[in-house]
Structures are given as C-alpha cells and as structure tokens.
C-alpha cells in the first residue's frame, strides 16, 4: 500500500514554469513507476508522463514533450514534474499514480496500469 501526495499546483501565466511534487509514503517508492496524469473540465483523464523505478527511462506525451519533465529522489520518495513553457491548454487537475507490477520494457501510459493514486493539484494557465 503506497499514499501519494501531490503538491505545487497554482495559478501562472502562459510561458511560466510552475514545479509539481509527488510525496510517496512506505518503504518500498523505489519498486513503482510512477507516472502523472492530467484531467481538464469536461475532458478524460490523459498521460502526461512516466518515469521508470530507477528513474533512468522516462516517456512523456507529445502534447508535453519538450516542455516537461519527470524526474523522481527515490531517497525522498518523491517524483517531480517540471513544466516549463506552460500554456492555457496545460490547465488541469495533475495527478501521480504509482505502478506497483514489474513490468519488463513497458511504462505504463494507461490509467488501468496503475494502482495507487494522489488525490490532485489543480494548475491553472491564464493567457
């Protein structure tokens, strides 16, 4: 069983930076993938961005690639989402998930792959 805490989440403005943190309870962070997602009003939740246990593989979604990025301190047990360049379309509810099985050469980058969630952080964009 893993919490998961996400925090930095706010209001800027378009071009801004703004820097998302993940706090994982337990022992055992260092196991998971962890990943981010992202739900804007009246939208599905979507795949923003992965990171492998090590932290050496990461994978993000074309709608992000070059702007974020996802980093993890498995000594703090926590996973990090800086976004840079940000935009009005990047408004959302961002969430981390943990993926607790052991996956050989896949990140996860649907919700099903995921077991444990954060309850959300709202970023906001304004133009």
């Known amino acids: 069983q893993v919490q998961l805490v996400e925090s930095g989440g706010g209001l800027v403005q378009a071009g801004d930076s703004l820097r998302l943190s993940c706090a994982a309870s337990?022992?055992?962070?260092?196991?998971?993938?962890m990943g981010w997602f992202r739900q804007a009003p009246g939208k599905e939740r979507e795949f923003v961005a992965v990171?492998?246990?090590?932290?050496?593989?990461?994978y993000y979604a074309d709608s992000v690639k070059g702007r974020f990025t996802i980093s993890r301190d498995n000594a703090k047990s926590t996973v990090y989402l800086l976004m840079s360049s940000l935009k009005p379309e990047d408004t959302a509810v961002y969430y981390c998930?943990?993926?607790?099985?052991?996956?050989?050469?896949?990140?996860?980058?649907?919700?099903?792959?995921?077991?444990?969630w954060g309850q959300g952080t709202q970023v906001t964009v304004s133009s």
């Open positions: 337990g022992r055992t962070f260092s196991s998971y993938n």
């Open positions: 990171i492998s246990r090590s932290g050496g593989s990461t």
């Open positions: 998930a943990a993926d607790s099985v052991f996956r050989v050469r896949y990140l996860g980058v649907l919700q099903q792959d995921y077991d444990y």
